[in-house]
């Protein structure tokens, strides 16, 4: 059975987080906790990712914590506000 974020390992652009994504996705059934840490890790890798190819957002100072750059000012913008809500709001 083919996993939800297989797609994403035949992209090379999205290399940077496929693994971690996969990876999250492997281990729900055996270890929910897991699994939830993992996702978080894949969420941070996303959103650095975008940073990398949007040259508009800067992280703010030296700060480039998972918080502190999905609230920096230009990230929110970029999505619809009630996805970016939905990811605040489990982070």
């Known amino acids: 059975m083919e996993m ?3 797609f994403l390992e035949k992209k090379q652009e999205y ?3 496929s693994g971690a994504c ?4 492997r281990i729900l059934e055996s270890s929910p906790v897991m699994s939830a840490v993992a996702s ?3 969420l941070e890798l996303c959103v650095k990712w975008i940073y990398s190819i949007d ?3 800067e992280p703010i100072g030296n700060r480039e914590g998972l918080q502190s750059l999905l609230h920096n000012n230009g990230f929110p913008s970029l999505m619809d506000i009630t996805l970016w809500r939905r990811i605040t709001d489990v982070v």
């Open 55 to 57: 040259s508009a957002l």
């Open 4 to 6: 939800n974020f297989a």
């Open 40 to 42: 978080r890790k894949a």
């Open 22 to 25: 996969i990876d999250a996705e």
């Open 15 to 17: 290399e940077l987080f």
